[in-house]
């Protein structure tokens, strides 16, 4: 969990966004992905 953050930035860094609402979105999916790994991690314990 702790090597996919990092990725998940890196991802956002590397991918430009050329407008606020552009941004918005990957965020979005982020916090998305984010919360479904964390989910299958509580599952698995």
């Not at 982020?30 to 698995?44: D, I, K, P, R």
Request: hydrophobic share 40%.
């Amino acid at each position: 969990m702790k090597a996919l953050l990092p990725a998940l930035l890196m991802l956002m860094t590397l991918t430009a966004c050329e407008t606020m609402e552009g941004l918005g979105r990957d965020v979005e999916n982020t916090g998305e992905t984010l919360t479904q790994e964390s989910q299958e991690a509580q599952v698995g314990m």
